[in-house]
């Protein structure tokens, strides 16, 4: 249950986490742009590494200064739980891009063929810190501190700017743009169902993992090198996703409003977790 403010609470509600928001932004971009200036100096480009050290200092100094140093993050638990809801959102994930491959076959021109191997570098260099740096900056500190006030509004929000964050990559297009604020109402329910992080970072991290590098796709515009499958795709680009990748297809927005059902039908009637969604 959320904690939902009585009327002359509102205002101090607010402040609970507003200032935190506003702190928690502003201390990552500062400290991305110190990390990056200085990872720099030192030949350092792995660009995704260093967003996610600028988010895990703004989270650490954000719990710090707001928290007294305790917040319950969303890693807590046994590591068999950790465990067992990581690799669920790994099979949920795979289970998704499948169907949306195959709603693209049905609908284009598709077929894939061997590559030449899975990219084991860029697995470290980015699709694992992406991962983990997107689920901490839009489903961490601040998404946590928000909901506790509202978490429609925090889901909006949030997703809004994981939306907002791709804006800038190759091929984007309104139907990407709208799969992407749907891909955040997701992960956002994915962290709802269990109020921890690893179901999230599993979907997001498998979800890359599978659409890029196994089937062949860009992923939200980049292109893996080496694939294990190669994707050869011919129809317009709202089926095919174009240059963004799948995230671009209709096919995707499809498989993703089925899993934000089944997400909510979980949250609704699941015996171990009913939780109701203001």
């Known amino acids: 249950m959320d904690e939902q403010p009585q009327p002359g609470e509102k205002a101090r509600a607010v402040d609970r986490w507003l200032a935190p928001f506003l702190v928690f932004g502003l201390i990552y971009i500062a400290a991305f742009v ?20 600028a988010v895990v200092v703004a989270t650490a100094l954000c719990i710090v200064i707001f928290d007294r140093g305790r917040w319950p993050l969303g890693f807590s638990g046994p590591p068999p739980a950790a465990i067992r809801e990581l690799l669920f959102g790994c099979l949920f994930a795979a289970m998704l891009i499948g169907f949306a491959d195959l709603l693209v076959a049905v609908m284009a021109n598709l077929r894939h063929t061997r590559g030449n191997g899975f990219p084991w570098t860029e697995l470290v260099a980015v699709y694992i810190p992406a991962a983990i740096h997107e689920e901490l900056l839009f489903r961490g500190y601040a998404y946590q501190k928000m909901r506790r006030w509202s978490r429609v509004t925090a889901i909006a929000v949030l997703s809004l700017l994981f939306a907002v964050a791709h804006m800038g990559n190759r091929g984007v297009t309104v139907i990407a743009f709208a799969n992407l604020i749907i891909a955040g109402v997701l992960l956002a329910l994915a962290y709802e169902l269990y109020t921890r992080l690893w179901f999230p970072i599993g979907l997001h991290l498998a979800w890359n993992l599978v659409s890029g590098p196994i089937i062949g796709y860009p992923v939200s515009g980049f292109v893996s090198n080496p694939t294990v499958l190669v994707t050869h795709v011919s129809g317009p680009p709202a089926i095919t996703g174009g240059a963004f990748g799948l995230e671009g297809s209709i096919a995707v927005t499809i498989a993703e409003l089925l899993a934000i059902g089944w997400l909510l039908y979980r949250m609704y009637h699941s015996p171990a977790k009913k939780q109701e969604i203001p």
Do not use: H, V
Request: proline share 0%.
């Open 34 to 53: 110190a990390i990056a200036g200085t990872a720099m100096r030192f030949g350092i480009t792995e660009s995704q590494w260093i967003a996610l050290s």
